[in-house]
């Protein structure tokens, strides 16, 4: 994670629109329907999450992880694909829903479902902690489409995820995705919208610049305001 933000920092990479399976904690999100988080549980255990440390001290704010701005130029290409697609009947966007991250590559137990499930989370993945966090401490703007492939095993109507049936629904929609993120890239680049994330670090470090040893420096050198 941390290597694929920082080489996106050096890129100049302004955005991140990220793309991952998921699964459903609630009955009103259904397989092949699209989601867009906007707030994150983050459950993963053994995963580098800041770019910060040994050296260099910032606490960026994570109250909005998601980029609202991002989020709705990501809403419109969602809805303009869809429209167009006469393949997408039935398929839903809904905008907004917390994403709980587990560290994986297991499943839930039911137990650890239904835990989730109180929690208010929405949707299930492995995937989007810690980049979220990472794209904050690189000032990155980050939104993020979930695509729903199952009801994880909470559901006592619907069969247990397994891996089959999530590889499965995800490539039903993987040209629809593909579409979904090359609009948002075009309306991105055409907009170019002001973001907070752009300046998350301008009240978080806690150690400056100038108090931060040459060596540090050197290896925070492409994420310092």
């Not at 980049?131 to 247990?160: G, N, S």
Request: some cysteine; proline content about 5%.
């Amino acid at each position: 994670y941390r290597a694929n933000i920082h080489a996106m920092k050096q890129l100049g990479v302004r955005y991140i629109v990220s793309v991952s399976a998921v699964g459903s904690l609630r009955e009103d999100f259904k397989p092949l329907d699209m989601v867009l988080p906007d707030q994150f549980i983050d459950l993963t255990k053994r995963r580098d999450s800041t770019f910060f440390g040994s050296g260099a001290v910032a606490h960026v704010s994570m109250a909005q992880p998601v980029c609202p701005a991002a989020a709705a130029v990501l809403a419109r290409a969602v809805r303009s694909v869809l429209a167009a697609d006469a393949s997408g009947h039935g398929v839903t966007l809904h905008e907004g829903g917390t994403y709980v991250c587990i560290e994986g590559p297991q499943f839930s137990s039911l137990a650890e479902s239904h835990w989730y499930r109180s929690m208010g989370a929405g949707v299930i993945g492995m995937t989007n902690m810690p980049e979220a966090k990472l794209a904050r401490e690189a000032q990155i703007a980050y939104t993020t489409l979930a695509m729903v492939t199952d009801f994880d095993c909470w559901h006592p109507r619907e069969a247990q995820v397994n891996a089959n049936m999530a590889l499965a629904n995800l490539l039903k929609n993987a040209g629809r995705a593909q579409q979904v993120v090359a609009e948002a890239i075009r309306l991105l680049g055409a907009g170019q919208p002001a973001s907070e994330a752009h300046s998350a670090l301008h009240n978080a470090l806690v150690t400056q610049p100038d108090a931060m040893a040459p060596e540090v420096r050197a290896r925070l050198a492409a994420l310092l305001p």
